[in-house]
């Protein structure tokens, strides 16, 4: 296998493996973890609650009960009455997000500073001339 390769395709290889490696490093620091965990049924807010606390909430969609869990600054869907439970195949994540397709639950870690007031300006924008 290793007879037709140079010495060009092993220092490639051992250069995509370096700089594969140090994208797992440095993810942390390209994507920071948030401070509140929100749940959303239907599109709507249900919940805002902090990370650090360890909590378990359930939350009603439209085919029954989700349970969510937090704990030691992480967050699980530990039931759902979703026919195929890939929510609950996720995991724990301590960031990013966790949804419930059939559900309709978003599950997901982010800070809030700026959320709010991104959707105050959605909703306070005007129709323009370049726009239409």
Same mark, same amino acid.
């Given at each position: 296998?290793?007879?037709?390769?140079?010495?060009?395709?092993?220092?490639? *290889?051992?250069?995509?493996?370096?700089? +594969?490696?140090?994208?797992?490093?440095?993810?942390?620091?390209?994507?920071?973890?948030?401070?509140?965990?929100?749940?959303?049924?239907?599109?709507?807010?249900?919940?805002?609650?902090?990370?650090?606390?360890?909590?378990?909430?359930?939350?009603?969609?439209?085919?029954?009960?989700? !349970? !969510?869990?937090?704990?030691?600054? /992480?967050?699980?869907?530990?039931? +759902? +009455?979703?026919?195929?439970?890939?929510?609950?195949? +996720?995991?724990?994540?301590? /960031?990013?997000?966790?949804?419930? *397709?059939?559900?309709?639950?978003?599950?997901?870690?982010?800070?809030?500073?700026?959320?709010?007031?991104? /959707?105050?300006?959605?909703?306070?924008?005007?129709?323009?001339?370049?726009?239409?």
């Amino acid at each position: 296998m290793t007879e037709g390769t140079t010495v060009a395709d092993k220092l490639l *290889l051992i250069a995509l493996v370096i700089i +594969s490696a140090s994208g797992f490093i440095f993810i942390k620091k390209a994507f920071p973890q948030g401070t509140d965990v929100l749940i959303e049924v239907n599109g709507k807010q249900e919940y805002k609650l902090p990370l650090n606390s360890d909590t378990t909430v359930s939350v009603k969609g439209p085919t029954g009960e989700t !349970v !969510v869990q937090i704990k030691d600054k /992480r967050v699980c869907i530990k039931e +759902s +009455s979703c026919p195929n439970k890939i929510c609950i195949h +996720s995991g724990w994540i301590d /960031r990013g997000a966790i949804i419930c *397709l059939p559900n309709k639950v978003m599950v997901s870690i982010g800070s809030t500073v700026g959320i709010d007031s991104q /959707r105050e300006d959605k909703q306070n924008k005007t129709i323009d001339a370049i726009t239409g």
